[in-house]
């Protein structure tokens, strides 16, 4: 995401999260309307602690987009903790579809096509390091730690600050 789009989707955050419960409700109504196989996934769940993780986890991410380091580790272990659940990679673009409805509803007309690419650039950017984390934890933990490994002879990576 570039500095442009982390502002856009900050900005709306106030309205978003003016409108967390309205958000959730929404979110979860239209991700079970087209995914029956997510509903599937929260049959025993209680669904006012999950809508409230949902707004808890859309929070940090906001306030992480400029800090990679710590949006992967929080998005990361949300990932592996997924497979878990029974998550499935096709999961993440009925989830995705089910966000953007529910933006769209609290933001109203505030949900230009500028914003709606924000928010999407930032669920890409989510979904992806979810998918990988999953991957890796649904994965033997020899082939996961292979995963994690430097190649052999290749250059080591530094960090110049």
Do not use: C
């Not at 995401?1 to 106030?14: E, T």
């Not at 999950?50 to 990932?79: E, F, M, W, Y």
């Amino acid at each position: 995401m570039n500095p442009d789009q982390i502002q856009i989707v900050r900005g709306a955050w106030p309205v978003v999260a003016a409108g967390a419960d309205t958000l959730a409700s929404r979110f979860y109504a239209r991700l079970f309307e087209i995914d029956q196989g997510a509903a599937r996934l929260f049959g025993h769940v209680d669904m006012d602690a999950q809508r409230k993780k949902l707004i808890q986890t859309l929070a940090v991410v906001v306030a992480s987009l400029d800090d990679p380091d710590r949006l992967l580790n929080a998005v990361g272990a949300l990932g592996k903790r997924h497979v878990h659940y029974g998550v499935e990679d096709h999961h993440f673009d009925t989830v995705g579809e089910a966000l953007i409805d529910a933006l769209h509803q609290v933001l109203g007309d505030g949900f230009t096509p500028e914003v709606q690419r924000a928010w999407l650039e930032a669920y890409t950017l989510i979904a992806s390091v979810m998918r990988r984390a999953l991957v890796r934890a649904s994965l033997p933990e020899p082939v996961a730690e292979q995963l994690t490994q430097e190649p052999p002879g290749s250059p080591a990576l530094t960090r110049t600050s």
